[in-house]
């Protein structure tokens, strides 16, 4: 198994600052593939805020238009998001994700961390 320990959520007022970060850990047999963050607020489906290949390509929301930078660091299997300019509308639970390359069968192996409150109000 694999655990995804994410730390740095918390409330913010709009137009604030805040970074993710997720660690992953446990039984890492290959290098993972896509490292990333995924939110869902509440009634609202699970949806991509931003992941990265282990290449370095980022791919982001449509929402986030420049606010939100992913990191990540390979050799050590963390991954980053810093968010800036944050909105109301940003206040959800987000939660880190991994995966590895497909089995010769297809298969893909992902996991997910616990998830992190962000709540942004004044």
């Known amino acids: 198994q694999v655990q995804l320990a994410e730390s740095g959520g918390g409330k913010v007022q709009p137009g604030g600052s805040l970074r993710l970060s997720c660690a992953a850990s446990?039984?890492?047999?290959?290098?993972?593939?896509?490292m990333g963050w995924y939110r869902q607020a509440p009634g609202k489906q699970r949806e991509l805020v931003a992941t990265t290949s282990r290449a370095g390509s980022a791919t982001y929301g449509d929402f986030v238009k420049g606010r939100f930078t992913i990191s990540r660091d390979a050799a050590k299997n963390t991954v980053s998001l810093q968010m800036n300019r944050l909105k109301s509308d940003d206040t959800a639970v987000y939660y880190c994700h991994a995966d590895f390359p497909p089995s010769p069968s297809g298969y893909r192996a992902d996991f997910w961390g616990q998830g992190t409150q962000v709540i942004v109000s004044s």
């Open positions: 446990g039984m890492i047999f290959f290098d993972i593939q896509n």
